[in-house]
């Protein structure tokens, strides 16, 4: 059986359909998700000053979720205002939210699920990575007891005079 091997060429035309994909999933994740997984590290905690302009939403993917607009104020003294998705029965004022950019989070859970959504992808790939190193890896290493030396049979032994 015999093996075509790839061309350079071919080599990287995978490669690239391989990084359009994970480029176009990853930033899929991250504006679904309000890019939450860059906001990650620069959340601050505030507290709600007030609450105005609540959506309430029925549910499904169709109508997103219920939303407000928050007013919050940080320890430092700073003061802003964010969309926090959570109805106005979990938002009261003087609660606590985790606020980034212009994107609120009534706690660091929600936080932490948007951001794991959102680096999803770049696990998917870590592992398609391995997975096809591995098979490379088997492919090129000779397995333990084969030898790549051909065994032919021995020559015929010589004539021997007198027998």
Same mark, same amino acid.
């Given at each position: =059986?015999?093996?075509?091997?790839?061309? !350079?060429?071919?080599?990287?035309? =995978?490669?690239?359909?391989? %990084?359009?994909?994970? +480029? #176009?999933?990853?930033? $899929?994740?991250?504006? =679904?998700?309000?890019?939450?997984?860059?906001?990650?590290?620069?959340?601050?905690?505030?507290?709600?000053?007030? *609450?105005?302009? &609540? +959506?309430?939403?029925?549910? $499904?993917?169709?109508?997103?979720?219920?939303? &407000?607009? +928050?007013? /919050?104020?940080?320890?430092? $003294?700073?003061?802003?205002? *964010?969309? *926090?998705?959570?109805?106005?029965?979990?938002?009261?004022?003087?609660?606590?939210?985790?606020?980034?950019?212009?994107?609120?989070?009534? #706690?660091? /859970?929600?936080l932490n699920l948007a951001a794991v959504l959102g680096m999803l992808p770049n696990l998917v790939l870590v592992v398609m990575l391995a997975?096809?190193? @591995?098979?490379?890896?088997?492919? %090129?290493?000779?397995?333990?007891? +084969?030898?790549? @030396? %051909?065994?032919?049979?021995?020559?015929?032994?010589?004539?021997? !005079?007198?027998?």
């Open positions: =059986m015999t093996t075509r091997q790839r061309t !350079p060429l071919a080599r990287l035309g =995978m490669w690239l359909s391989i %990084t359009a994909v994970w +480029v #176009s999933a990853t930033l $899929g994740f991250l504006w =679904m998700n309000d890019w939450a997984a860059i906001h990650y590290p620069f959340t601050e905690r505030a507290t709600v000053v007030s *609450v105005s302009d &609540c +959506v309430e939403s029925p549910g $499904g993917l169709a109508y997103g979720p219920s939303h &407000c607009e +928050v007013s /919050w104020r940080a320890e430092d $003294g700073e003061t802003g205002t *964010v969309r *926090v998705d959570a109805g106005r029965d979990r938002l009261a004022d003087g609660s606590t939210i985790h606020v980034a950019g212009d994107q609120g989070y009534t #706690s660091r /859970w929600h997975i096809y190193a @591995l098979g490379r890896l088997r492919k %090129t290493r000779p397995r333990p007891g +084969v030898s790549k @030396l %051909t065994i032919t049979s021995p020559p015929p032994a010589p004539d021997v !005079p007198g027998d």
